[in-house]
């Protein structure tokens, strides 16, 4: 099976900062990969679907990139709104999870 | 708005049983894939099984297999899921979700339901 691992586990940022959580495949993978945004107590919410496509109501500061093994999601100016925890998924297969926050 | 709700949660015992359901609203749940994710406390996320529009397929994670059934009523816009030979790591929050296609998943899920809590303790 696939294993999906992300990078940084925590990651402490500012509000303005630009933000890089990377998400490695255990072996070169289609473009099915998506980012999840989860708040407390919340389900998590889809921000990007194969790779680089962004949900429809997502805000354009988010953004999806990258192919093969590695793939990253950017969020261009962290927003007060954006602390969170966030998941890649392949398939069935989770990322643990990066935890954003102040 | 699209939606869905999740009902049925609860305390049961280890080796007990219990259905989740997930009412859906807002779209068309007879030509949707369906899935079943599932959240312990304080971890991540994990997929447990998603089924077909039709219910002719129906996909497992290796956890629940053979102890977990999924299932349909597209007449009721309803998704279930029978929970059989609970063990305390099934403790979790049980979301349902849908898929945006139909037949073969395209493996990204919107929406998702509120999760309701299964805790499995004697």
């Known amino acids: 099976d696939i294993q999906m691992t992300q990078s940084p586990s925590t990651l402490s940022a500012s509000v303005g900062d630009r933000v890089t959580i990377t998400c490695r495949a255990s072996q070169s993978i289609t473009g099915w990969l998506a980012w999840y945004q989860q708040k407390p107590g919340r389900a998590p919410r889809v921000l990007i679907y194969?790779?680089?496509n962004l949900q429809s109501g997502v805000p354009s500061r988010f953004s999806g990139s990258g192919s093969g093994t590695e793939f990253t999601l950017t969020i261009s100016s962290l927003q007060p709104d954006d602390f969170a925890t966030y998941y890649c998924q392949h398939y069935r297969a989770f990322g643990q999870g990066t935890k954003v926050e102040i | 708005q699209l939606q869905l709700v999740e009902s049925g949660g609860g305390v049961v015992q280890p080796g007990g049983s219990l259905r989740l359901s997930c009412a859906a609203s807002?779209?068309?749940?007879?030509?949707?894939?369906m899935h079943w994710v599932r959240q312990a406390p304080g971890k991540g996320l994990e997929w447990v099984a998603f089924i077909r529009f039709d219910g002719s397929n129906k996909y497992y994670g290796d956890s629940v297999k053979g102890r977990f059934i999924i299932s349909r009523d597209n007449s009721k816009n309803t998704l279930y899921l029978q929970m059989n030979s609970l063990r305390p790591d099934d403790t979790a929050v049980y979301y349902c979700?849908?898929?945006?296609?139909?037949?073969?998943?395209?493996?990204?899920?919107?929406?998702w339901g509120q999760g309701t809590l299964v805790t499995v303790s004697s």
């Open positions: 807002g779209f068309t749940f007879s030509n949707s894939v």
């Open positions: 979700a849908k898929d945006p296609t139909g037949v073969a998943p395209h493996w990204h899920f919107d929406p």
């Open positions: 194969q790779a680089s």
